[in-house]
C-alpha cells in the first residue's frame, strides 16, 4: 500500500468532504489548487446522479471551488460508461434527470419505452408512478435493472428525503429483480474514475467522508484511503465497521503540505 506521499493521482468524494451544504469546506480550494499546479491527475466524484458535470462544476464555483467539468464523475458517467461497454448503441427506459440520460444519449444510447435493453434508475425529484410501473412491467417482460446509485435517502433543507436506493426497493419488491448498482460502494466506479485519468490503484489515493460507501470502495479498489471527520463519520460510527481506512484526518486542510510527512497509520 502506497504511502501518502507516493500518491501521485487522487480520487475525492465532493459532498462532505470539499463542500458542505454549498459552502466550501477549509483547506478544499487551496487542496485543488495544489492539485492543478502540481499537473497531479484527480477526480471529484459524487453518487449524485442528478447533475450533469457542467450543473456541478458551475456549484462548485459557487461555493469558491474552481473544478472543471472533466475533472467530475458522477455515479450517471459510470453507469453510462459501463453500460456502453456492456452493449454498445444499446436502448434504456430512464427514470432520473438530465445527468443519467444526457450521460447515456452521449454513450450512444437511445431512450425508448419499447422493449428496452435496459431500465435505469437514477435519482430524481420528480419521481411519478406511472413511470415506476411501467419500469416494473419492462423488467418482468426481460429488460435489465440498473440503479445509479443504492442512498436510500438523500439530504435536503428539511431533513432527509427518499432517494435512489428507495425507488430501487419498491421495484424489487415488485419484480422480485435486485438491480445492479454502479455507484459507491461498487469499485466500479472507482475503476472507471481512474481509467478516464490513466491512474492506476498502486498509486492513488481516495479522500471520503463515508466508512460504508467511499472508504469500503477504495479498499476494495485498492486504493490508498484517506477518511475525513467533516462528514458523517465520528468514532463511534469508525468502530461499527471491521475494516479501517489508511489515514484519518479532520478534513482535506490536513492534506495542504507539500512536504512528504510521517501520516497516522492506523
Not at 20 to 39: F, I, M, R, S
Amino acid at each position: 500500500m502506497a504511502r501518502r506521499d507516493e500518491i501521485e493521482c487522487w480520487l475525492t468524494d465532493m459532498d462532505g468532504v470539499l463542500v458542505h451544504e454549498n459552502q466550501a469546506l477549509p483547506g478544499a480550494a487551496e487542496l485543488l489548487q495544489q492539485w492543478t499546479d502540481a499537473g497531479t491527475p484527480f477526480l471529484v466524484l459524487t453518487n449524485n446522479s442528478i447533475f450533469t458535470p457542467r450543473d456541478l462544476s458551475a456549484r462548485l464555483r459557487a461555493s469558491g471551488l474552481n473544478v472543471p467539468e472533466d475533472r467530475i464523475w458522477t455515479s450517471a458517467l459510470a453507469t453510462a460508461d459501463f453500460l456502453k461497454s456492456q452493449v454498445s448503441n444499446g436502448t434504456a427506459f430512464v427514470i432520473g434527470e438530465v445527468g443519467i440520460t444526457t450521460a447515456l444519449h452521449e454513450a450512444g444510447f437511445i431512450m425508448t419505452e419499447t422493449n428496452p435493453d435496459y431500465v435505469v434508475v437514477g435519482e430524481t425529484r420528480n419521481y411519478s408512478f406511472e413511470a415506476i410501473t411501467k419500469a416494473i412491467r419492462l423488467i418482468l417482460g426481460g429488460a435489465r435493472f440498473i440503479s445509479t446509485n443504492p442512498d436510500a435517502t438523500g439530504p435536503s433543507k428539511d431533513g432527509p428525503m427518499p432517494a435512489t436506493g428507495a425507488i430501487s426497493a419498491l421495484i424489487t419488491k415488485a419484480t422480485g429483480m435486485e438491480p445492479y448498482v454502479v455507484g459507491k460502494p461498487n469499485p466500479m466506479m472507482f475503476r472507471s474514475a481512474m481509467n478516464k485519468i490513466g491512474a492506476h490503484s498502486e498509486n492513488t489515493g481516495m479522500i471520503g467522508d463515508r466508512m460504508d460507501t467511499d472508504i469500503v470502495a477504495g479498499i476494495e479498489a485498492g486504493l490508498h484511503t484517506i477518511l475525513v471527520m467533516t462528514g458523517i463519520s465520528d468514532a463511534a460510527e469508525i468502530n461499527r465497521y471491521p475494516f479501517r481506512p489508511d489515514e484519518i484526518v479532520a478534513g482535506v486542510h490536513e492534506l495542504l503540505s507539500t512536504d512528504p510527512i510521517e501520516s497516522d497509520e492506523i
